[in-house]
């Protein structure tokens, strides 16, 4: 268990519509990531932070944006819904050495587009 | 980019039995780290094991070790005494040393048969 929650843990929504999620952490970990994950990829990384206010583009980060206003909590938003967005997402943070770290995640996140 | 490839989207093994789950990556990278991961039903991500690649001995957790070979870029996770806890879907994970962004492969979804 590494401290995290997610919220909401399941959410549907429909197309066009904002929505955002949340990631919380105990630890005080630097650094916060937000995968999603589907069937046929895996899971692939949208964006992650390596502090408050800095964050970076992952492999996925279309149509997606992200905030860190606080160590413990980064915020991912959907500007404006799509289908293809129906995913499991998750959030996860870096633990170890500097270089060497692991990644641990969250509880995920069931979000459904209609 | 770096990817990995997981070739077997099910297997099954019988409980008390061995198995093992492939995993081959692409790199140009001559430090980096491999992961496995385990997804139960429940949804979380639980790190199996890690392998660290400029480490020559293979990796073991209790009854989960892996056989890494590094110039083959296979990196695949034997599974002893199969319990059927141990179901699940597997993901294997590779991250460049200095580098966040971490790229799973498709999964294996593993049944364990009483």
């Known amino acids: 268990d590494a401290g995290i929650t997610q919220s909401p843990r399941h959410k549907v929504t429909e197309t066009g519509t904002p929505v955002t999620l949340r990631c919380h952490q105990t630890e005080n970990h630097r650094y916060m990531y937000w995968y999603r994950q589907d069937p046929e990829h895996g899971l692939r990384l949208i964006h992650y932070s390596y502090g408050v206010k800095d964050t970076d583009k992952g492999e996925v980060s279309d149509g997606y944006s992200v905030s860190r206003s606080k160590t413990e909590d980064f915020l991912l938003t959907l500007e404006s819904a799509t289908s293809s967005q129906t995913s499991v997402y998750f959030c996860?943070?870096?633990?170890?050495?500097?270089?060497?770290?692991?990644?641990?995640f969250g509880p995920g996140t069931r979000l459904l587009v209609l | 980019a770096q990817t990995v490839t997981q070739s077997q989207p099910e297997m099954s093994v019988q409980e008390a039995e061995t198995v093992t789950l492939s995993c081959t990556y692409d790199?140009?990278?001559?430090?980096?780290?491999l992961f496995w991961y385990k997804q139960p039903p429940s949804r979380q991500m639980i790190l199996v094991i890690r392998q660290e690649a400029y480490k020559q001995q293979n990796a073991t957790e209790n009854r989960f070790s892996v056989n890494f070979q590094k110039a083959a870029k296979s990196f695949s996770l034997k599974i002893s005494d199969s319990q059927l806890g141990d179901a699940a879907m597997y993901f294997c994970a590779y991250r460049r040393n200095n580098n966040n962004d971490m790229r799973f492969g498709a999964g294996t979804r593993l049944t364990v048969k009483p």
């Open positions: 996860a943070i870096s633990k170890g050495l500097a270089g060497q770290e692991t990644q641990y």
């Open positions: 790199t140009s990278e001559s430090d980096y780290y």
